[in-house]
């Protein structure tokens, strides 16, 4: 990909995980670049989306049907053919949020060994604000012969059994969560009862960091030194830890997660997707207030 001036200012560790909205208006029309919208109001891309952009719903695209888990290898290779997504393909995520479901489908896609997922900074907030193009028609493409990988959840995501072993042995934890959540005030998000849990609190030796916090008001991450100053100099982490975010049910920790892991470069970073509606619910789980 060619330089993106607006991302390179930034300093990031890996520049190429984003796109600037100036670079995706240049490559509406690119072939070998697929656009796709992942929002927490699912009805946004049906009101309009950017030209070309095809929808990933969160919750019917990659979470299986029945078990709390993400779909397998066949119903993933079946969405990005769908879509239209060759091994070449160079995808863009957006959505609302902060791009907060964007990061939630890029992890899901990196659980099956696609790499060539970037995100649009600042999101689909940006791109309206701008005043760039909107539309309601949806692109139809052909669809690919993509072969993907079995998924592999050991390098980015981490189960409850892992979760306690790194309490035990004091391991780096990155709770994301507003800080009344956090306390054990709240159960829950403000609007989501029915993703609380029986306990409040957090998993013990866990250090609360908002996920918010990493994006400006215009939904653009911060600069690689801002994220430094919150992630680093208030929160302790280093680059070498190896980390594990979480939050309610995984995705608010994926923007987290993807701040860590390409922003500022961390060599391990894992998602407890089960986080605190797992983990607050679960007999005998130790927890901090």
Known sequence: ??????????????????????????????????????????????MGHIPGALKIDWHSDLNDPVLRDYIGRPEFEALVRRLGIGAGTTVVFYGDRNNWWATYALWVFELFGFRNGKILDGGRAKWEAEGRPMTEEVRQVAPSGYTASERDDARIRAFMPDVQAHVKARGRLVDVRSTDEYTGKTLHMPDYPQEGAMRGGHIPGARSVPWARAANADGTFRSAEELRAIYQDEAGLSPTDDVVAYCRIGERSSHTWFVLTYLLGYDKVRNYDGSWTEWGNAVRAPIER
């Not at 560790?13 to 919208?37: G, K």
Request: charged share 30%; net charge negative.
């Open 1 to 46: 990909m060619p330089d993106d001036t607006a991302i390179d200012a930034k300093h990031y560790a890996h520049p190429e995980a984003l796109v600037s909205t100036e670079w995706l208006a240049a490559h509406l029309d690119d072939p070998a670049v697929r656009i796709l919208e992942s929002d927490e109001d699912v009805l946004l891309y049906d």
